[in-house]
T-cell receptor
Framework: AQKVTQAQTEISVVEKEDVTLDCVYE???????LFWYKQPPSGELVFLIR??????QNEISGRYSWNFQKSTSSFNFTITASQVVDSAVYFC??????????????FGTGTRLQVML | KAGVTQTPRYLIKTRGQQVTLSCSPI?????VSWYQQTPGQGLQFLFE???????NKGNFPGRFSGRQFSNSRSEMNVSTLELGDSALYLC?????????????????FGEGSRLTVL
């Protein structure tokens, strides 16, 4: 069975602070995909990144960066110089490789990030 | 490129009624998935459709059903509504890759249909 754990329920930071959202996963699959989604108050889940299990290279996109460590089954997300617009709930998710039963996303419980002025 | 469109956005029903929710995927996407989001259970997978066939199903009772049409649009239906069915229902579409039938694409979600059961 697959499982995603986001231990941080809620984080509050002051604008311009850096913040890291933790994600730990469990899977028996040797090939899988990891995702991060952002959910603003409107409800839509906004895709941020997809990482393949066979590609451990870290990625940076503007103020966002992701650290994938297969050895510790973690896929952490860092926002540098946070802004009020970053306030949202962030979900980490896991998905198997292939069609059929591998096609569903298993989500963590989410981390609510509040960025204050 | 238009995103995933879900209708209606909000609806209120009473116990025992049924409801149908609609989802139009991104053009060219053939896979449509449905998720239920509640404060207590979080995001849970309902089912996935690909080329009008249900490919995967989550652990929900038979009151929850869905279908997909030839244009990839999808509907989900919940019959005999219960108070616990109150939730945000999210639809997601993806472009299914062709490498060994694998779905290599990320899911793009709509804004959801918020159902309240009284």
């Amino acid at each position: 069975a697959q499982k995603v754990t986001q231990a941080q329920t809620e984080i509050s930071v002051v604008e311009k602070e850096d913040v890291t959202l933790d994600c730990v996963y469990e899977t028996r699959d040797t090939t899988y995909y990891l995702f991060w989604y952002k959910q603003p108050p409107s409800g839509e889940l906004v895709f941020l990144i997809r990482r393949n299990s066979f590609d451990e290279q870290n990625e940076i996109s503007g103020r966002y960066s992701w650290n994938f460590q297969k050895s510790t089954s973690s896929f952490n997300f860092t926002i540098t110089a946070s802004q009020v617009v970053d306030s949202a709930v962030y979900f980490c998710a896991l998905r198997g490789y292939g069609g059929g039963t591998a096609s569903k996303l298993t989500f963590g419980t989410g981390t609510r990030l509040q960025v204050m002025l | 490129k238009a995103g995933v469109t879900q209708t209606p956005r909000y609806l209120i029903k009473t116990r025992g009624q049924q409801v149908t929710l609609s989802c139009s995927p991104i053009s060219g996407h053939r896979s449509v998935s449905w998720y239920q989001q509640t404060p207590g259970q979080g995001l849970q997978f309902l089912f996935e459709y690909f080329s009008e066939t249900q490919r995967n199903k989550g652990n929900f009772p038979g009151r929850f059903s869905g279908r997909q049409f030839s244009n990839s649009r999808s509907e989900m239906n919940v019959s005999t509504l219960e108070l616990g069915d109150s939730a945000l229902y999210l639809c997601a579409s993806s472009f299914t890759g062709t490498v060994a039938g694998s779905n290599t694409g990320e899911l793009f979600f709509g804004e959801g249909s918020r159902l309240t059961v009284l």
